[in-house]
């Protein structure tokens, strides 16, 4: 499961979300029966085959980046992926809201 950074043919209103990208596999795929270990798709999985090492996933003494999400269970978390977020780096909560499309122009040219 994986994402072209900016628009690709398949997709191309996305906003670089992973966890929309997991949602649409779920849809698609049906990774949700079981859920199993389908969430490594769009977190370590990515971080391994990138050789990000300790990336994708939380362990003693690794960086704290990670994203806490409201929802309850996987139901409620794949049926508002836009809703309450929380973004950590590096330990910290983040700016939480979206930037302006003008500001991300510089990111997109490739």
């Known amino acids: 499961v994986a994402r072209v950074v900016g628009s690709d043919p398949f997709y191309a209103y996305g906003d670089l979300d992973m966890l929309e990208v997991y949602r649409m ?3 698609i795929l049906h990774f949700d029966h079981p859920v199993g270990d389908w969430p490594r798709a769009v977190a370590a999985t990515p971080a391994e085959v990138m050789r990000l090492d300790g990336a994708g996933t939380l362990a ?3 960086s ?5 999400f409201k929802g309850r269970n996987w139901t409620e978390l794949l049926s508002r992926p836009e809703s309450d977020r929380i973004v950590v780096r590096e330990g910290r909560a983040i700016e939480r809201q979206l930037p302006d499309y003008a500001e991300l122009d510089e990111l997109m040219v490739g």
């Open 25 to 27: 596999a779920t849809r």
């Open 60 to 62: 003693a003494g690794g």
């Open 64 to 68: 704290a980046d990670f994203i806490v």
